[in-house]
């Protein structure tokens, strides 16, 4: 069973920068894309960006070029690190990583920010930005 574990959450004050981890084992799919997504108080859940095997990225419009999206692989589990560089206050919310099931190699490998393309979910951890 897959796993994902987020953390480096915190409050931070606007303008500064923040890492995040995300943990994900069991994993040991060679084609898949992962996802990070955030869901403010009173908002729906959003997606931020998303990073495939062979490394393409989608960002998110109200992320683009604030945030960077990488990721470091190992034999059956890989860390996800978010960089949000210039936080800004409606930045605050609950940041969830989730990863998407196995891609035959007959299926492109497409960034997505659709929550119904992401399969496994982390508990998520909080960022909070003060003005």
């Known amino acids: 069973q897959v796993q994902l574990v987020e953390s480096g959450g915190g409050s931070v004050q606007a303008g500064n920068s923040l890492r995040l981890s995300c943990l994900v084992s069991q994993f040991r799919y060679n084609r898949h894309c992962l996802g990070w997504f955030r869901q403010a108080p009173g908002k729906e859940r959003e997606g931020v960006a998303s990073?495939?095997?062979?490394?393409?990225?989608?960002?998110a419009h109200s992320v683009n070029g604030r945030f960077t999206i990488s990721k470091v692989s190992a034999y059956d589990s890989l860390h996800l690190y978010p960089q949000m560089t210039s936080l800004k206050p409606e930045d605050t919310a609950v940041y969830y990583c989730?990863?998407?099931?196995?891609?035959?190699?007959?299926?492109?490998?497409?960034?997505?920010?659709?929550?119904?393309?992401?399969?496994?979910w982390g508990p998520g951890t909080q960022v909070t930005v003060s003005s």
């Open positions: 990073i495939c095997s062979d490394g393409r990225t989608l960002y």
């Open positions: 989730a990863s998407g099931p196995p891609r035959p190699v007959w299926v492109d490998l497409i960034p997505t920010l659709s929550q119904s393309d992401y399969v496994h």
